[in-house]
């Protein structure tokens, strides 16, 4: 098999890589090349105490990684690829509280219990609100903005944070509180926001504080609702308060930031693929949240580490080391995937990884997600049906996130 052709030193979670590109071409040439291979990193830049990280680019190979986590854990390097150098690792080892953090049984454990607010029944409860709500988001850009805006602040911010909000009973009023605690625990790697890993840290804990004080106020005084559901009765395999906490938490990022950058790539695949969006407002295709989550992939790659000496792809994994799975690569398989660099809203099926590889952390807001990216977009399409594009999107500083601060539209 050929060596890839890469540039020296290239590493697929240097921040500024993903600041400017999703290195496609680069994930091409492995999946061609060395599907799994070492990357090396020097002084300690990721934050952890070792010299690099296996990149795993093709889709078996990171459905596999996924799909064993008695191999590959979660919990000993926690899921997230690459933190700032300076982290101290008692930082690190406090995320394995999260649940994106946790192994089985003590993941299966929790991930029964938080399953709960993702019932058919319960998205079933939402739709209707939401799909009000949306109409309401695109209405308001329209009527506020007549000439152009941000579409990530009008638009694609809005439903994910009411959503959250209208699941678990947090009070709308409260939402701007979760959306800037949650952009500052992903933004210490973009010098625009001058986001240290501590303020990071304690807009997390501004964060666990507030979901915590619900707990501890629906265990007082029990209402009809998903906070009491979870948390009433410890004894009755509910969650602790901090475990409540950790858990809205991991909603901040995994249910507001994804599904947010989810939407605003998606409206600029439709801007940039006119044909795309003609067909979309012409005939609503229920296959269309799907492609865009795969043409997104906002999370690029989480991580995991070997539990033991393993091989994978025609690599030797040693114990302790750190493996990335990288979805946006998987996304683009060929193997997989028919004419992978085309955006096609009809695409049938689309086995893609955007909610991740399968196994135990399969995203559980996966159905709320699409939902929610459904709404948006018929509301976009029935309320701003001319938006064109007025510049190319900001992008933000990051490892691991395929982020967008700002995209700016015009009605027409």
Known sequence: ??????????????????????????????????????????????????????????????????????????????????????????????????????????????????????????????????????RTIAANAREHHPDSFDFVTEVACELPLQAIAELIGIPQDDRAKIFDWSNKMIAYDDPEYAITEEVGQESATELIAYAMNMAADRKECPAKDIVTTLVSAEDEGNLRSDEFGFFVLMLAVAGNETTRNAITHGMHAFLTHPEQWELYKRERPRTAAEEIVRWATPVVSFQRTATQDTELGGKQIRKGDRVGIFYASANHDPEVFENPDAFDITRDPNPHLGFGGGGPHFCLGKSLAVLEIDLIFNAVADALPDLRLVGDPRRLRSAWINGVKELRVSTG
């Open 1 to 134: 098999m050929p060596c890839p052709a890469l540039p020296d030193g290239f590493d697929f979670t240097d921040p500024d890589v993903l600041h400017h590109r999703v290195p496609l071409p680069e994930f091409a040439e492995l999946r061609r090349a060395e599907p799994v291979r070492w990357i090396p990193q020097a002084g300690n830049v990721a934050g952890f105490q070792d010299e690099g990280y296996w990149a795993v680019t093709r889709h078996a190979d990171v459905k596999y990684v996924s799909t064993h986590p008695e191999l590959f854990s979660s919990t000993l390097n926690t899921a997230i690829i690459r933190f700032n150098e300076h982290i101290e690792r008692d930082a690190i080892d406090a995320q394995r509280l999260i649940l994106l953090n946790m192994d089985p049984p003590e993941h299966t454990r929790v991930r029964q219990i938080v399953q709960r607010v993702f019932t058919p029944r319960a998205i079933r409860a939402l739709e209707e609100r939401l799909r009000t709500r949306a």
